[in-house]
C-alpha cells in the first residue's frame, strides 16, 4: 500500500465530490452559494470525509460514499465559519485564506454556515433514500455528533466563561465533543456504508473517538508551538482569547503524552475492524507524528 498515493487519491475525490454535490456559485442566490464553494474549497486536511471513504473501503459495498463525505465537510465547514466569527474565536484566516466573514461579511458567513449545516442533511437523505434505513441512520450518526450533546456543547462550555479554566476533566469535555464527536461519526458512517458488522462500526467509533482526542491535543499544542504560515491559520489564538487548552492545562509534555497515548489505543481498536486498516493505520501514525 502507498500511504501517500492513497491518502491524495481520497483528498481528490472529497474535492470532486464538493464540485458535484453543491449549488452552482452563479445560481441564484449566487452570492451565498459562492460562499459555500469558497469554504468547502479552502483546502485543509480533509481527515473527517477521508476517513467516509477508507471506512466505505473496508468493506465491498456498492453504496456510493461520496454523498456522505461532503456532507461530513459540510458539517465541519460549518463549524468552522462560526467558529471564526468575532463573537466567537475572532479569527481572520483559515487555511491562509480571509475567513468567511472577512471574504462576504458576518451576515453572509452566518447564512453560509447555516446553509452548509442543512446541505449536509439534504445529501444524506437525497443521496441514500431509496435505502430508507440507511439514510436514517447516517442521519442519526450525523445529527447526535452535531448536536448540544457533542459539538455544539462542546463549544458552547469552550467559550463559556464559568467554571474552573485549568480543569482538566472540563478540557476533555470540550475535546471530547467538540472534535473527538465528528470524528468518530466520520469513520463510523463510513464502515456503515460498508456493510461491515455492527462490532466493526463500534469499533469505528471508538478509533474515531480517541483520534479525535489525539487530533485536538495535537492542535492545542501545535497553536502554542507552530508556524502560522505552515498551519494556515493564526497561532496563538488560546493564549490570546483566554480559551481553554491542553498546554494550559496539562503543560506540552503531558499533552504529547496522551496524544501518544490516545494513538496506540486508536490503533489498536481500528485493527480490531474487518477488513485491510493498513490505511487507516498508518493515517492514525501520520496524525501524530505532525508534533514529533
Known amino acids: 500500500m502507498d500511504f501517500q498515493a492513497l491518502l491524495e487519491h481520497y483528498r481528490n475525490a472529497v474535492d470532486t465530490g464538493i464540485g ?31 476517513l467516509v471513504l477508507a471506512g466505505h473501503a473496508l468493506g465491498n459495498s456498492e453504496f456510493d ?20 466569527l468575532p463573537c466567537i474565536d475572532d479569527s481572520d484566516f483559515r487555511h491562509n485564506r480571509p475567513a468567511c466573514h472577512i471574504k462576504f461579511g458576518e451576515a453572509i458567513a452566518v447564512l453560509t454556515g447555516d446553509a452548509l449545516l442543512t446541505h449536509a442533511f439534504f445529501l444524506l437523505s437525497s443521496a441514500y433514500g431509496g435505502e430508507p434505513s440507511l439514510a436514517a441512520a ?19 462550555e469552550d467559550i463559556s466563561t464559568d467554571g474552573d479554566a485549568t480543569d482538566p476533566a472540563r478540557l476533555e469535555y470540550i475535546h471530547e465533543n467538540k472534535t473527538a464527536a465528528l470524528v468518530s461519526a466520520s469513520l463510523k458512517m463510513g464502515v456503515r456504508l460498508s456493510g461491515q458488522s455492527p ?27 507552530g508556524d502560522a504560515d505552515a498551519l494556515g491559520k493564526p497561532t496563538g489564538q488560546d493564549a490570546r482569547n483566554e480559551t481553554m487548552s491542553a498546554v494550559k492545562v ?20 481500528c485493527r480490531r475492524m474487518t477488513g485491510d486498516t493498513r490505511f487507516l493505520v498508518s493515517l492514525v501514525k501520520a496524525l501524530e507524528h505532525r508534533v514529533r
Open 199 to 225: 462490532g466493526d462500526i463500534e469499533n469505528a467509533a471508538e478509533t474515531g473517538r480517541l483520534l479525535g482526542l489525539a487530533f485536538q491535543l495535537v492542535d492545542d499544542i501545535l497553536d502554542a508551538t
Open 65 to 84: 460514499p461520496i454523498p456522505a463525505a461532503v456532507a461530513v465537510e459540510c458539517l465541519h465547514a460549518y463549524s468552522l465559519i462560526h467558529d471564526d
Open 138 to 156: 447516517l442521519a442519526l450518526d450525523l445529527s447526535y455528533a452535531a448536536g448540544t450533546r457533542k459539538l455544539i456543547g462542546g463549544q458552547m
Open 20 to 50: 458535484d454535490f453543491l449549488p452552482a456559485s452563479d445560481e441564484r442566490p449566487a452570492r451565498l452559494h459562492a460562499a459555500m464553494r469558497y469554504c468547502m474549497k479552502s483546502g485543509g486536511k480533509r481527515l473527517r470525509p477521508i
Open 250 to 269: 496539562l503543560g506540552i509534555d503531558e499533552a504529547r503524552r496522551r496524544v501518544g497515548e490516545y494513538t496506540e489505543r486508536a490503533v489498536e481498536t
